[in-house]
């Protein structure tokens, strides 16, 4: 009886079987598919200006390039002379409007005399010259991201000031050792921002820039025989902090350096046209450098 029902069913199993062609394997190989397009990263670039005394004029002519080239500024970051023209720039001076100010400016602008074994010059008037440029706002409410550098005296350590009073932190960054009298922030004495960051890149990177272009106006003068008393303090500064230099500018994506060596450290200040025209210069050499290495961002 069990015969006669698997027979039948055997026959229909194998007729279904005959019945349901079979597809063809295909050993064609499937189109190679495009590669997806990386998308570019958006460039955050920061700018970072370092210190040299009246040779920072030069860096004015530096920003006047970028402005005029379209490169975008995004964060700026300032040491010593860097911190005055960075923290201007970044309370909303145009290019112009800092090469004006560059003009009028003098050093009884600045300047304010002491007898005191910690420094002849306060500071205090270098600070109300900024706060009063920059209609009083402190540094978190600047148009442009911005931090000037200065050095912990006690420690020796850098520190970028970007909140509370811009005018206190760029007296800070400049105050020069036994030249400025140390400003005191927070109950700490801070000094020249020079002697730990000389071109602060990284603190330009800690704000968030992934694109740094430094400027460097460090350059030792071209002659010191016979040079005054602030062309030997300029290249002792210099002497002293060439590591932190090297270090700093190691993490550049971009350096500028005009060519501001024969300029002295305070008789340049009567030579500012010079300076800004020299950063000009500098910016304008290194424009192709600095297209080229944008291609890879958006900006």
Do not use: W
Not at 91 to 103: C, F, H, I, K
Request: proline share 6%.
């Amino acid at each position: 009886m069990k015969a006669r029902i698997f027979l039948p069913a055997l026959v229909v199993l194998l007729l279904a079987a005959c019945g349901t062609p079979q597809k063809p394997v295909s050993t064609a190989r499937k189109p190679a598919q495009p590669p997806v397009a990386q998308a570019k990263p958006q460039a955050v670039i920061g700018l970072a200006l370092g210190g040299g005394a009246s040779k920072g004029f030069a860096h004015i002519g530096v920003i006047k390039v970028l402005k005029a080239n379209n490169i975008p500024v995004n964060l700026v970051s300032g040491t010593s002379a860097g911190a005055i023209v960075g923290s201007l720039y970044a309370g909303g001076m145009s290019p112009d409007r800092l090469e004006l100010e560059a003009e009028i400016l003098s050093k009884t602008d600045l300047v304010d005399l002491t007898v005191s074994t910690t420094g002849f010059i306060r500071g205090q008037k270098l600070q109300d010259y900024i706060n009063r440029k920059i209609g009083n706002r402190p540094l978190q409410a600047l148009p442009l991201k911005f931090a000037a550098v200065a050095t912990d005296l006690e420690s020796g350590r850098m520190v970028a000031f970007n909140h509370g009073n811009t005018g206190q932190a760029v007296r800070a960054s400049v105050s020069i050792p036994n030249v400025f009298q140390p400003a005191v922030i927070g109950g700490r004495r801070y000094v020249d921002g020079g002697l730990s960051a000389p071109v602060p890149v990284g603190a330009a990177k800690n704000m968030g820039a992934n694109f740094v272009i430094a400027v460097d106006i460090s350059a030792k003068p071209a002659k010191l025989s016979g040079a005054g008393f602030f062309a030997y303090l300029d290249q002792s500064l210099n002497i002293m902090s060439t590591a932190a230099l090297h270090n700093e500018l190691a993490k550049a994506d971009i350096v500028i350096k005009p060519q501001v060596q024969h300029l002295g450290a305070v008789g340049g200040f009567d030579q500012k046209t010079q300076a800004i025209k020299l950063g000009e210069q500098a910016a304008q050499a290194a424009l192709p450098e600095i297209k080229r290495k944008l291609q890879a961002y958006r900006y």
